[in-house]
Nanobody
Framework: VHLAESGGGWVETGGSLKLSCAAD????????MGWFRQAPGKGPEDIAT???????NYAESVKGRFTLSKDNANKALYLQMNSLKTEDTAMYYC??????????????????RGQGTNVTVSS
C-alpha cells in the first residue's frame, strides 16, 4: 500500500477533523502530493496540493478553513479541517505523482492514490 488515509468520521456542522495520509518512502518523495474529495453523485474536487518545495495551493471552497501539512519525519500528509460544512461531506483521498507540475485539477488523475476516508458533516 503506497498511501493510506485515516481520520475520517462523523462531525456536526462547525466541527473539526484531522485527516492523515501515511505514505511509503518512494511515494512521499514524489513531486506533488495532495488531497481531493468526491461527494456522492459528484465528480472529484481537488482540495489542496503541496509541491516538492513545500508550496501549497488550496481550492477556494476550503481556503481559510482547511490546512494541509507535511510531516517529513513520519512520511505523512495531513489535512486539518475546521469550520466544517455539510457540503464538505465526501470521501477524501490523498494522492501523489512525480514529474508533474503541481496544480489543482491534477490530483484525481494521479497514479498513486489511497483508498479514501469518509467524512460526514451533519447539521
Amino acid at each position: 500500500v503506497h498511501l493510506a488515509e485515516s481520520g475520517g468520521g462523523w462531525v456536526e456542522t462547525g466541527g473539526s477533523l484531522k485527516l492523515s495520509c501515511a505514505a511509503d518512502e518512494d511515494t512521499f518523495s514524489r513531486d506533488c502530493m495532495g488531497w481531493f474529495r468526491q461527494a456522492p453523485g459528484k465528480g472529484p474536487e481537488d482540495i489542496a496540493t503541496i509541491d516538492y518545495d513545500g508550496k501549497i495551493n488550496y481550492a477556494e471552497s476550503v481556503k481559510g478553513r482547511f490546512t494541509l501539512s507535511k510531516d517529513n519525519a513520519n512520511k505523512a500528509l495531513y489535512l486539518q479541517m475546521n469550520s466544517l460544512k455539510t457540503e464538505d461531506t465526501a470521501m477524501y483521498y490523498c494522492a501523489a505523482e512525480s514529474k508533474v507540475i503541481c496544480f489543482l485539477g491534477l490530483l484525481s488523475y494521479m497514479t498513486r492514490r489511497g483508498q479514501g476516508t469518509n467524512v460526514t458533516v451533519s447539521s
